[in-house]
Each structure stands twice: as C-alpha cells, then as structure tokens.
Nanobody, 125 residues
Framework: QVQLEESGGGLVQAGDSLRLSCAAS????????MGWFRQTPGKERDLIAA????????YYADSVKGRFIISRDNAKNTVSLQMNNLKPEDTAVYYC??????????????????WGRGTQVTVSS
C-alpha cells in the first residue's frame, strides 16, 4: 500500500500561484501512476491532473488545462502540482492519489485506490 502525504496548500488570492507536493513511500514509486483530485463540500472527488508511471503522459481536466502542471520526480518519489492563475472556483481540498500501473488507464479515476489525507487550497477573490 502506498503512503502519500501532501503539502503546500494554503490561502491565496485570485491570480496567484501555488505548488502542491506529494511524497510517496512504502512501494516502488515507478510502478504507480499519480494523480491529483479535488473535492468541494457536497460534491464528488474529481480527477484534475494525472501523470503516467513513466512520466511520459499527462492528463488535465478542462477546468485546469493551461493553468496547472503536474510533474513527478521518480528519484525523489514525489509528484507535484503547479497551480497558476488560481481562481476562486479552484477552492477545494486537494488529494494526491496513486494507481498501480497494471490497472486501468492512468487517466481513469477508478484506478486510483491509495489516497493522501488532503490539503486545503482556498482562493479569495
């Protein structure tokens, strides 16, 4: 089982940037696709960005495409989410998640079975 720990959330103003990081442990990191999900009260947890185990493929939800960048450092067992031009509608709890590479396609949210505790991102207008 993958242990995941997010960091980097906080309160920012619209238009600002923020970088989230997630440290993974307990498994061979390169066997896992990595994703970032976010959730607001009363709504489902949505996949907003994902990166394949090799780092060669990425996926972005339309809501963040062109503003967010996902990356991974397989040497450090970390995945990051650079969030630029933040908007109030980006306010949510952000979760790091892992999906075994032998499972569904890396951009399929159903493949993600291991989760961090989440970090709050609040964007004020």
């Amino acid at each position: 089982q993958v242990q995941l720990e997010e960091s980097g959330g906080g309160l920012v103003q619209a238009g600002d940037s923020l970088r989230l990081s997630c440290a993974a442990s307990g498994v061979t990191f390169t066997y896992y696709h990595m994703g970032w999900f976010r959730q607001t009260p009363g709504k489902e947890r949505d996949l907003i960005a994902a990166i394949a185990f090799s780092g060669g493929d990425t996926y972005y939800a339309d809501s963040v495409k062109g503003r967010f960048i996902i990356s991974r450092d397989n040497a450090k067992n970390t995945v990051s989410l650079q969030m630029n031009n933040l908007k109030p509608e980006d306010t949510a709890v952000y979760y790091c998640a892992a999906a075994y590479y032998g499972g569904p396609y890396f951009a399929n949210p159903r493949g993600y079975r291991d989760w961090g505790r989440g970090t709050q991102v609040t964007v004020s207008s």
